[in-house]
Structures are given as C-alpha cells and as structure tokens.
C-alpha cells in the first residue's frame, strides 16, 4: 500500500507514534546499553574476584605445606647428631602433628648421614642398599615407615640434587593416592647431603573445590602447570589423566597455554562437560605452578542485566501506547468535518453514476470548509447540459437519424465532443452507403466491385470484412475449377499406380466386396479378376477369422503408421505373409478401400534367424556379464598378457581395484605387469616364465610379491595359462589371488613352531642339568673312589647331552648346530670338571665350519666325552705334560672325527670292542648308531679313527 492510500487519521496517528516510537527506542536502547555494561563489568569483577580469593586460599595452603618440607631440610642441614632413630622420631611427630600430610620423609645419599649404611641393610626405613631413605606415610591408614622407591629416576630426588634447589612435583599418582610432593634439598658446606621432602594428597582440594558454586549452577575445578586436572566435580574419571587440551576446544587450549605460562584471564566458550555457553575464569595457584578456574554459565552470569533490560522495554512500550492514544483523539478532531464533506461528495457521486445528475452539494458546513461544496454545485451545473444535449443525438443516431447534428452552443471539451460526435454521424452514413453497393455487386456474381470507403476504427473493420468476403469468394470459384482438373489427372495417376509391378493392390468397398485388383494380385493369388470380382477380401485373410478383419482394416486406415501384417491363402491353399497398407479413398462417389499387400515371406524368414542369433548373442552376453560379475566380486583377478618385455597387459578384470589400480592403469600401458613385481622377486619370476616359453608345460604356478598402488608389499599365487598357437603364437592369460594372510599365517606357524621346539630344547637341557646335578649329590653320599668316579661319568655323559641342547635353544637355526662352538664348549667343561692338578694336560680342537643335526650330534657328543674323559684319567702319569686333540674333517662326503692322545697308550691285552669298560662299550655302541666306523692307531699314544655320514 502506498502512502497517498492512507486515510488522514491514520497519517497523523502514524506520525505521532511513530516519532514516540524512535524518541523511546533511542534513550531506552541507550539505557540498556549503559546499565548492561556496566552490569556485565560488574559480575565479570565479581567473579574475577571469587576466582583470585580461592586462588590465594590454596595458594595459602600450598605455602604451609612447603614451609613444612623447607623446615625439615634446614632442620636436617643443621642435624649433627647422625642419630637416625631420632630422625625417624622426628618425621614419626611431623606426621602426627599434621594430619593433612600424606607423606613425610628424609633420602641421603649412600654413606652420607652417618657412614654406616652397610649396617642397616633392609632395616625398616631402608632397602637393600642400607642407605637412610625413611618414608613415613599413612597410604595405609595408620602411620607406617618403609624405604623410599625409585629414587635414582624420579624427579622428587634427583631434581633437587641437579639443581641444588627447592622443587614442587607435577601432581602424579602414588599407591592410588593422586598427590603433590615438595622437596628441599640438604645441602651441607655446598656439598648435596641428600633430600627432605613432604607428599600432600590432593583429595582434599577436590572435596574443597567441589564444594564451591558461583551463581546458580556454576562450579570450580583446579589445574596443574601442565594443564592436568587436580580436581572436577563433574568429571571425576579425567582427574589426573585427562588435560585441557584433551577437550579439544580451541579456547579451553588456549586457556591451557595461558595457564602453563602461570598467566590469569578467562575465555568464552562451550562447557565439553555440560554443554552450557560459559565463561571460564583462570588464575594462577603461584606456589606448586597451579590454576583455580572458575565456570560460570554465561545465562546465570548476566540474568540481573536480562531482567533489567526487560523491565526498561517494557516501560518504553505503555509509553508508546499512551502516545498511541493521544494522537487518536487529535486526529479525530481534524479528520470528522472532513468526513462529513466527503460522505456528501460520495452520495453526489452515487446520484450521478444512477442518471440523477440534479443532485447538489449542502453547502451547510463549517467555515474553513464552506467552499468546497459551492464549487462543486458550480461544477455540476457546467456539465450536466452538454451531457443531455450528446443524449439528444446520440439517440436520434441510433434510431437511424443518420442527419441529425448537435444544436446547442458548447466550449471548450465540450465542443470536441459534440463536434466528435458529428463527424461520427457523417463516417457512418458514408460507409453504409458504399457497402451497399459493393454487397449488390456481390449477389450478381461480380466480384469486380471494391469497397472504397474503409473508414476507422471498429468501422474499418467491418468494410474489411466485406472486401475480405468479395475476395474469398472469388478465388474459391477459381479454386473449384482447379480442382476438377485435379480429379482427372488423379483418376490417370491411380490406374498408373493400380498397375504396379511389385506389390498386390486391391480395391474393394466397406463391405469387403472387391471392387478391381492388379496382375499381381492375380499372378500371386491364382485367382482370374473375373474370380475376385466375385469374392469378398474375408476369402483370401485366413488370420483374422469373418468380418473381423474389415474392423481391424478401417482402423489401419485411421493409424498413423498404417501398416499391419497378416496371412493369405492362395488358390490352392498355400499360405503366406503379407504386410498390408490400408487407405479410404472415394470410388465413384462412394467410401472405398485400396489395400497394398507385401509378400513378406523372405523377410520374415530372415527376422526368425535374426531373432535366433539375438537370444544366442543375448545369453551368451548373460554369460560373460555373469562370469565378469563372478570375477569381480572374486578375489581372483584375471589378466591377459602380452609376452612381451615386462608382460604388457591386454586385458584385466575390474576388481583389480582391490590393488588400487583402475583397468585403465594396465590397458594404457601406464603400468606395466612388471612394474609392480617386487624387484627381489622379478628375475626370478623372469627366469621361471623363460624357461616355461621354451618349454612344453602350458601351465605355470608360481608365488611372488608384488606392489600396490599405495606401495604396500602383498604376497600373490599367480596360475597362468599358456597357450600355443599353431600359428606360432603366445599369449598368456591367468588369475593371481592375494595370499598375504596365509604366508602370514605359514610365518607366524613356522615363528612358533620354531618357538615351540626352542622351548623343548630349553627343558630337556634344564632337566639334564637337574639330573647332572642329582648324580653330583648323590656322589657326595660315597667315599669309595671307584663309585664316585662312576657318578663323575655318568654326569659328564648327560652334561655332554645338555650342552647339545643349550646350543639348540641358544642358536637362530634350531634344526642344526654349530659342532665347533659345541666340541669348543664340551672340552672346558671337562678340563674344569676333573681339575686334575698333578698333571699338565692342553686339550685342543681343530673343528671344521660342520653344522650338525641333533640326531648325529647328540651320540658324537658322547663319543668325544667318553674318548676325551679316559685320555685325561688313564693316558698320562703324574706330573707329565700331555696333548688331547680333538679333529673333525670332511673327506668327500665322509666326515672324520679323531680323538688322540700322546700318553702311555692303550695296553695291547685291550681290546676296545670287548672290553669291561662301560666308557668303550659305549662308544662302540653309539659308533653303530650313526652308522660309522671306528679304528684305534697305537703307535704313538692312542688315537680313535671315526668314520660317519650325517643321519639325515
């Protein structure tokens, strides 16, 4: 609506009010604005204020707690008395003295308190080390002393020491107790003496702090230097693990820098534990590097401001309404004389628009407005006479008094008008008049006779219209005379056409009576025209049964694609297709139907074939898209390639995507097959896929690493097909399949396996010693000579067993050993275990680089020990230097073990293979079971000769 639609009442209500309106808004929104910032600066000290008392308070606290630790070093720097009873006497009263102590305690550095740990080795208050390190707590409930852990590692010690000053730990977590620690250190003539320190548990900060509510629903929790929570009253689970920048809320973590640099503030932000909008005050804790924060809801903080703001509105709104009032009553006493003038002028109006044009204006109105309704009377005598007068004519017009002209004296638009209204009275007789003429001419036939008066307007419309009518008529005579012209040269057309030479045409009337047919239709059919003169086309349609066929024939004449097909049946009764083109044509003045029939016989043959190939080429294409949909959501992939330099791909299943690469990657030679072989592994896949080219086989199985697209190295079973054209060509086509799992799988099998057996080894060695060590204390019983020596053996015997077992568990391949390290090993047992101090006896071994299997291993151990054990009891005499050799060679594929002495030799009465000696006896046994062969040499000392193949 735009402001002249508005009534004058309205204008001035609006006006006023709205001046009010902006008066009000601006002192109030001033208002507002003044009052809430300076109530927001108010809660915002307040709670500044709040937060820097609690801070002080603890800050208090952790002062009294720090007096203490200092008080008991200076007290310990000035101690003389190296009493350490007394001492403990003293930290026992501290402790008694200050229930809010966790902890209290004194370390000394080893023999610095009174020189005398080793007295006082894991004595109460001391460990294993006897140094004086009491620590009196009641983690346990009542007051109890134990030792100092860890302090060769954990700051509370060694900080103090390095820096040779006072130190407040980071909160941490001790037995479960969550506490602090404040250390002085013990300093005597510049030299570090040790530590005196007392641990406070922080619970009591978070029963204090959870206490503490600002506003309504606002609490306080405290920090650490690091931003670790001390306490939370809602958040419990995080205190002690969980930092403020565990939250992950950009202003929480800036808070948390602030507070590491020991800086106060505060931040708006969201609560991660309620999710209320907050402010968040910080201020520093300066003794122990601790915050106490503060968190308000924002909501709470301000609702004095809210509630004044409300109150400031609300007054600012009946203001405006009383306004509203006022300038209702002055506007009513402006606007109801105006009322009363313009109800007058309307009822004039309604008179007038009614035909009652002798109505006047009432001139009995107030003074100010007396005018207005004398110069409308004015007004309305000026213009009801030319109004009557263009009456007059106007009917006398319509009554067909085309002579009639205005009369009466007029000026000014009133002049136009009736001289307007004349003119028309002219224009309109002078077309009459020519139109008549023209009209006459019409019904004579003479279309020669043109309109020349057009007139205007509505009037030339109409002169138009008759001349567009002369014109019609006279070319739809000319017309009619083409057209008849037409109809013949139509009639030659269709005989030409009727004759066609390739399709069969018949005519034939709504009933299906043939009317004529063309030689084909008689060639094709069999039948004479004679014949089809006499037939009805249902005679010749054996598809659609009687008079069926002439229904669905009419409608083939109104179809738009107008063709249809059907069977006929010749004369002699052969049928076949034809496609018909059916069209109502005019046939001697009556509807008839011309019908064009198609042999289609070949055509449908060929769509039958069509059709056959289509459901071949449809299932085979079913087959391939459900093969490909196999593959593709197979972990097989299937490639073809070229066998070429670096196998170039032709072609390779979708899911290769399961590798990271697209289809494209291959097919554009981007990538090539052998860019994605591991290089370890590419020559010899080369090798192997060379020699299979060359050779006969057609298939290849082989396992090798490859790359993904990410680089990830994946273990895959490549099975390829190799197929040799006559032709002489290659190609190669196959599947690969991801087995990074299974050789997992064979790793971690083979990891435990070889675990599981290193394990054996490592017991039955365990066991072989148990057993060692049995047959030594069961000797211990005896003190014939001859049975201890017996014992003495036979515990040799199994430690030689042992040792190979050691060597098993401690070697990387479990299945061999080293036989050097082992023979190495065997002789300095034996060397310690007779300890043979009458005689100068060197042993030596020449081992080859052999590894042995624990089969063939085990016995030559044995052999070696026996052989080895009586060199040293019986080859030498007392106080005689002597030489054991002990060689082991390979000859051929023979191995050669020789054992040899050069001390008095065997005594020829001897014979080693039957002999009481259980030693000999043994070693011919243990000779037989490695399958080898056993020869003595006396010639210069003795000398065993063992020839033997690994058992295998």
């Known amino acids: 609506m735009q402001q002249k639609d508005l009534s004058i009442k309205a204008k001035l209500i609006a006006y006023i009010v709205i001046g009010v309106f902006l008066v009000l808004a601006a002192s109030t929104a001033v208002s507002i604005s003044t009052v809430t910032a300076q109530q927001r600066e108010l809660a915002y000290l307040q709670s500044v204020e709040m937060a820097r008392d609690y801070a002080n308070q603890f800050d208090g606290d952790m002062k009294a707690n720090e007096a203490i630790a200092h008080t008991l070093g200076k007290t310990m720097e000035q101690y003389n008395s190296a009493d350490r009873e007394e001492v403990n006497n003293i930290l026992k009263n501290i402790m008694m003295e200050n229930p809010a102590l966790t902890g209290v305690y004194v370390g000394y550095e080893p023999n610095a308190f009174d020189g005398r740990d080793s007295e006082y080795v894991n004595a109460p208050g001391h460990d294993s080390t006897g140094r004086f390190v009491p620590y009196w707590n ?106 403020l920048y565990d939250f992950g809320i950009p202003e929480i973590s800036e808070a948390a820098g602030n507070i590491r640099k020991g800086k106060g503030g505060s931040v708006e932000t969201i609560d991660p534990v309620t999710g209320k909008e907050i402010i968040m005050f910080y201020e520093p804790v300066r003794t122990g590097n601790y915050s106490f924060v503060l968190v308000v809801p924002k909501e709470e903080m301000f609702a ?201 045409i018949y005519l034939h009337d709504m009933e299906g009576n043939f009317l004529e047919v063309n030689e084909i239709a008689c060639e094709r059919m069999g039948y004479t025209r004679e014949d089809f003169l006499t037939m009805r086309y249902m005679d010749i349609d054996v598809y659609y049964p009687g008079r069926q066929v002439l229904k669905v024939i009419r409608t083939l004449c109104k179809s738009k694609s107008n063709l249809l097909e059907t069977v006929h049946m010749r004369k002699d009764g052969s049928t076949f297709p034809v496609e018909l083109s059916s069209r109502i044509i005019k046939y001697e003045s009556s509807n008839a139907i011309i019908t064009i029939a198609r042999d289609i016989s070949n055509r449908k043959k060929n769509e039958k074939e069509l059709e056959k190939y289509a459901e071949d080429l449809k299932h085979s294409n079913e087959l391939k898209e459900e093969l490909e949909s196999v593959i593709n959501h197979s972990p097989v992939i299937v490639f073809k390639w070229k066998p070429e330099m670096d196998w170039p791909v032709e072609f390779v299943s979708s899911n290769v995507t399961q590798l990271g690469y697209t289809v494209e990657d291959f097919t554009s030679n981007r990538i090539k097959y052998a860019d994605i072989v591991y290089p370890e592994d590419s020559g010899r896949v080369h090798h192997q896929l060379s020699k299979y080219y060359h050779g006969k086989s057609s298939d ?96 040799n015997r199994v430690r030689s067993m042992a040792l190979i077992h050691e060597e098993l568990y401690q070697s990387k391949d479990i299945a061999n050993i080293d036989f050097a390290d082992y023979t190495k090993n065997l002789l300095e047992y034996l060397s310690k275990s007779y300890r043979i101090d009458d005689k100068d006896i060197d042993l030596l071994s020449n081992i080859e680089n052999v590894y042995l299997g624990v089969d063939t291993a085990v016995p030559l151990g044995m052999i070696i020990n026996e052989l080895v054990s009586n060199s040293m009891k019986h080859a030498f005499k007392s106080g005689a230097h002597g030489m054991i050799s002990v060689n082991l060679s390979t ?38 079971q490695i399958d080898g062969t056993i020869e003595l040499d006396v010639n210069e000392g003795t000398e065993f000769i063992i020839r033997f193949k690994e058992l295998r």
């Open 138 to 243: 009641t983690i346990q409930g009542s007051v109890s002393v134990e030792p100092l852990v860890s302090y060769e590692e954990l700051d509370y010690y060694q900080v103090p020491k390095r820096t040779e000053a006072a130190l407040v730990t980071e909160p941490y977590f001790y037995q479960g107790i969550f506490m602090v620690s404040y250390d002085m250190p013990i300093m005597k003539d510049g030299e570090f003496l040790g530590v005196a320190g007392v641990d406070v548990s922080l619970q009591y900060i978070d029963d204090v702090v959870s206490e503490i509510r600002a506003f309504e629903t606002g609490y306080a929790f405290v920090t650490g230097n690091t931003g670790i929570l001390v306490s939370h009253p809602e958040y419990k689970e995080g205190i002690g693990s969980k930092t």
């Open 304 to 504: 004095g401001v809210t509630t004044l703001r409300n109150k400031l509105i609300f007054i600012s709104a009946i203001s405006i309404g009383f306004m509203a009032v006022v300038s209702y009553l002055i506007a009513i006493s402006i606007t109801s004389p105006i009322d009363e003038i313009v109800f007058n002028f309307r009822q004039i109006a309604k008179d007038a628009v009614n035909g009652k044009l002798d109505t006047r204006a009432d001139t009995d109105v107030q003074r100010d407005f007396k005018e207005i309704p004398l110069g409308l009377n004015e007004i309305l005598e000026a213009v009801v006479a030319p109004i009557r007068e263009t009456v007059r004519v106007t009917n006398a017009l319509a009554q067909g008094e085309l002579e009639t002209r205005t009369k009466l004296e007029l000026k000014g638009e009133f002049k136009e008008l009736g001289d307007t209204l004349d003119n028309f009275a002219e224009s309109l007789n002078n077309i009459i008049d020519d139109s008549n003429s023209v009209l006459t001419a019409i019904q004579n036939n003479d279309f020669s006779c043109s309109v020349q008066v057009h007139g205007e307007g509505d009037f030339k419309i109409l002169t138009d219209g008759i001349e567009e009518t002369r014109h019609s008529l006279s070319a739809a005579i000319t017309e009619q005379k083409k057209a008849e012209k037409a109809l013949r040269d139509s009639e030659k057309k269709f005989r030409t056409l009727f004759e066609s030479p390739n399709d069969a």
């Open 700 to 795: 290849v199985n082989w396992e090798y690493r490859i790359f993904t697209k990410s680089g990830d190295v994946r273990w895959v079973d490549e099975r390829t097909f190799i197929n040799r054209h006559t032709q002489g060509n290659i190609t190669l086509q196959g599947i690969i399949l991801d087995i990074t799992e299974r050789k997992k799988a064979e790793e971690a099998l083979l990891q435990t396996e070889k675990i599981r057996k290193k394990e054996i080894h490592h017991r039955v060695k365990n066991n072989l010693q148990v057993i060692s060590s049995l047959l030594y204390l069961a000797s211990e019983n005896f003190r014939d000579p001859a049975v201890i020596e017996a014992f003495m053996d036979s515990r």
């Open 891 to 928: 000859q051929d594929s023979t191995l050669v073990l020789q054992v040899k002495d050069n001390g008095v030799g065997l005594p020829p009465e001897i014979d080693f293979r039957n002999t009481e000696s259980l030693g000999l006896q043994l070693v011919t046994t243990l000779v037989d």
